[in-house]
């Protein structure tokens, strides 16, 4: 049986750091595979990644060195395994600047982390492009033509071509190829963070701190500063996105000799900003519509809104006749509405009943609606917590079993699963005015593994539907009520 990723960091970190662990967790993961952990000893706090993707490792390892060199904020390296599949880093803490900005909203304090951002971008992307080896990148070296093409492919196969809007494919690539095209002819082209957006800049101290850079490569300038000025989910106002981009022009004229061309720069930065916005729409479709992750389903509306505003408040610059046409369409209210989940309101009538039971007492499944049951899955293929000594004590409510569930079962998968069935009911349900739904998950004792399954779907639909739910966890004798 393979090791778990969790075990080979456990055994890993314990081999190198000879001090007691008072916490160890597993951190949420993002849209790629590397798997971080947040350990916490007597001394210290440290971030332990493990990635299969040697590769990666190696070009975020030399990335960071080669940073840590000009004084970037990047994290500080502590230890690499041999295999190259884990290595431990510094903990910047768990406050980013999203968290900031969505604490405080557009306040004196907030806007100074973000010019202190930029001003520490300037000095990576400039500083750091000397003498960095570039064939370290992952992907392509530079952020040219054939990269551009790469990003608007990206946005057509995972994003417009779900949709099913008739279009001209050829005049389309036409327009591809235009912009991509234009935009490959700018002044200044340095190292380019790549996904260089307010999640990704970490606050210690009152300083701001980099991670997640590996993409990197060379290119414009105007890249990072759009990502990062147009993230959907920060949904930063005008003045600041305006404000903003002057600020970090002036932080480019402290570093070059000679001053940018203030209105070509502009110029150039919105074809970013549009390169920005399709690239990020075709990640969330692939996030989303492909790997069904909740979080990039629920940020499409978001990123549509962003390109609507974008598209009606900017000029391109170059005539892209097919592409505008498809643009007017996508930013459309009948669109944006398809990703906008359905959501109760305080009239609906709807309750969902949720309950957890044992297969060996399923008489206690109590169904008062006379609908026979509604779902009822069937979690004794996942593997058994219970059949550990040291969970036996426990329920699917306590972290160790959480953790055990999450990390080392097939759970997850699971439970994607059940949202994807359960959603079309529920969305059914509240558009015809019915008033029960019932969804319960057994296991052999009704401990475990039901238990958590129970509690997982109570928190996504109260999330995702803002639905009534009455919860019941039978062998444990809980009973609780959700919503309004």
Not at 87 to 95: H, I, K, N, T
């Amino acid at each position: 049986m393979a090791v778990a990723p969790e075990d080979s960091v456990r055994a890993y970190f314990n081999k190198v750091i000879k001090e007691e662990v008072l916490r160890f967790e597993k951190l949420p993961r993002s849209g790629g595979d590397r798997i971080y952990f947040r350990i916490v000893t007597p001394s210290k706090s440290y971030i332990a990644t493990y990635n299969d993707n040697i590769r990666e490792n190696e070009t975020f390892l030399y990335f960071t060195s080669h940073f840590s060199g000009i004084q970037a904020p990047v994290p500080k390296i502590y230890s690499v395994d041999t295999g190259k599949k884990m290595y431990l880093q510094e903990d910047f803490g768990p406050v980013s600047l999203l968290n900031e900005l969505e604490k405080h909203g557009e306040d004196d304090y907030v806007y100074g982390l973000f010019q202190k951002s930029l001003k520490a971008l300037a000095h990576l992307q400039i500083r750091g492009n000397n003498h960095l080896d570039y064939n370290y990148c992952l992907t392509a070296k530079e952020f040219g033509k054939q990269a551009i093409l790469s990003d608007l492919l990206y946005f057509k196969y995972y994003f417009l071509d779900t949709l099913k809007i008739p279009y001209d494919k050829e005049k389309l690539l036409d327009d591809f190829d235009a912009l991509s095209n234009y935009l490959t002819h700018v002044e200044h082209k340095y190292f380019m963070f790549r996904d260089f957006q307010s999640r990704n800049i970490y606050i210690a101290n009152g300083e701001v701190r980099f991670i997640d850079y590996q993409g990197g490569m060379k290119g414009a300038l105007q890249y990072d500063v759009a990502s990062l000025l147009w993230q959907a989910r920060a949904n930063l106002s005008k003045g600041w996105k305006d404000s903003l981009l002057e600020y970090y022009m002036d932080c480019l004229n402290g570093i070059f000799k000679q001053p940018v061309d203030r209105n070509r720069f502009a110029n150039q930065y919105n074809g970013y900003v549009l390169i920005r916005l399709m690239q990020v729409l075709g990640a969330y479709g692939f996030r989303g519509l492909f790997e069904r992750k909740a979080q990039f389903l629920t940020a499409i509306p978001l990123a549509l809104r962003n390109l609507k505003w974008f598209a009606q408040n900017n000029v391109m610059g170059i005539a892209l006749p097919e592409y505008e046409r498809l643009l007017n369409i996508i930013v459309g209210d009948d669109i944006i509405n398809r990703f906008v989940p359905l959501q109760a309101e305080v009239s609906t009538p709807l309750v969902v009943k949720v309950c957890s039971f044992s297969y060996k007492h399923p008489e206690k499944l109590k169904d008062e609606s006379g609908n026979g049951g509604g779902f009822m899955f069937d979690c004794r293929g996942i593997l058994n917590p219970g059949r550990y000594e040291e969970y036996k004590a426990f329920t699917g409510r306590d972290k160790s079993v959480i953790d055990f569930l999450e990390q080392k079962t097939k759970m997850p998968e699971f439970l994607n699963g059940v949202y994807n069935i359960v959603d079309i009911s529920v969305e059914d349900y509240i558009r015809r005015g019915f008033t029960s739904l019932m969804i319960s998950f057994g296991c052999t004792g009704g401990q475990h593994r039901s238990v958590y399954a129970a509690d997982a779907i109570t928190r996504y639909l109260s999330n995702k539907f803002k639905v009534k739910i009455e919860l019941s966890h039978y062998e444990q004798n809980i009973f609780e009520k959700r919503g309004f």
